[in-house]
T-cell receptor, first 112, second 119 residues
């Protein structure tokens, strides 16, 4: 059974720092992996989608990598800003049933 | 990314009433829609998956007579919580995958969510 773990559960950093959020999954048979952002009381915003055949995706200050064989993905945020404060969720699409399996998220606070 | 809207964003109702939540894909055809619920400080829980024109597939433990899902068109799905009770209070989020423009058919886009409070 696929399980997704995100570390750390919470992170507080000063503005301007580069930071890395980690996501690990137990079954390497994934279809793709998606990173989302969720603001308090709001829905989810898709940040990056990495197909199983890809190694990384970039969008602005965000870079996500995927190492399928080791079951890991990282989300790199460069030059963090207070507006980046949110919960970041990692989800893998199971290669068998195509369902999204979710991590519990990393709650990020970027302090001015 | 693609835009998914939900209405209403917040609803408060009395116990025993039914509540309908609408989910629309605004700029793509949503061939598949998903309904999730989320409790505070917990991750999303998939309730059901629906394909346009077909009956929804419910996850184990989700009562299909309690949570009625209709996906009648490629841009609209509705979730009706029938005879709502306080334990149904939650944050309901819809999501969609589909076709249109440059969007990958297997990338999921999410609505802003609906906060349901049952008194």
């Amino acid at each position: 059974k696929q399980e997704v773990t995100q570390i750390p559960a919470a992170l507080s950093v000063p503005e301007g720092e580069n930071l890395v959020l980690n996501c690990s999954f137990t079954d390497s048979a994934i279809y793709n992996l998606q990173w989302f952002r969720q603001d308090p009381g709001k829905g989810l915003t898709s940040l990056l989608l990495i197909q199983s055949s890809q190694r990384e995706q970039t969008s602005g200050r965000l870079n996500a990598s995927l190492d399928k064989s080791s079951g890991r993905s990282t989300l790199y945020i460069a030059a963090s800003q207070p507006g980046d404060s949110a919960t970041y969720l990692c989800a893998v699409r199971d290669g068998n049933n195509r369902k999204l399996i979710w991590g519990l998220g990393t709650s990020l606070a970027v302090n001015p | 990314g693609a835009v998914v809207s939900q209405h209403p964003s917040r609803v408060i109702c009395k116990s025993g009433t039914s509540v309908k939540i609408e989910c629309r894909s605004l700029d793509f055809q949503a061939t598949t829609m998903f309904w999730y619920r989320q409790f505070p400080k917990q991750s999303l829980m998939l309730m059901a998956t629906s394909n346009e024109g077909s009956k929804a597939t419910y996850e184990q433990g989700v009562e299909k007579d309690k949570f009625l899902i209709n996906h009648a068109s490629l841009t609209l799905s509705t979730l009706t919580v029938t005879s709502a009770h306080p334990e149904d209070s939650s944050f309901y989020i819809c999501s969609a995958t589909g076709q249109g423009g440059t969007y990958s058919y297997n990338e999921q886009f999410f609505g802003p969510g609906t906060r349901l409070t049952v008194l």
